[in-house]
């Protein structure tokens, strides 16, 4: 009878741990899903054989409207823009659509 107590006190002791763990894993998910939105733009090349503009030919054009940029980070066919706010990167949207042409998506 004993052994059988015991037993139980461990897995009462188990469950408890697994919902606290539980419990963390959704309490960090939830809040990552409600944080606000990333402050970036992506431009993608559309069309084949077109190469992606020139960053610092971007940054020119953004600093001169007075678009502070974060970063440029370029991958294999995008580059991704970072700002400081999600007004900068809204602003930059509208920058970018009218210095690129149709070979770009912008978003």
Known sequence: MHYSLALTQRKLIIGAIVVMMLLLIGGFTYQRAWQTPEAIVRIN???HGVSLPDGFF??????AKGIAI??????????TISFNSTDDSHAAQRVLATILDNSYRIE
């Open 45 to 47: 090349v559309i069309n």
């Open 70 to 79: 974060k970063s440029i980070t370029s991958n294999r066919d995008s580059l």
């Open 58 to 63: 971007l940054y020119q054009h953004l600093s």
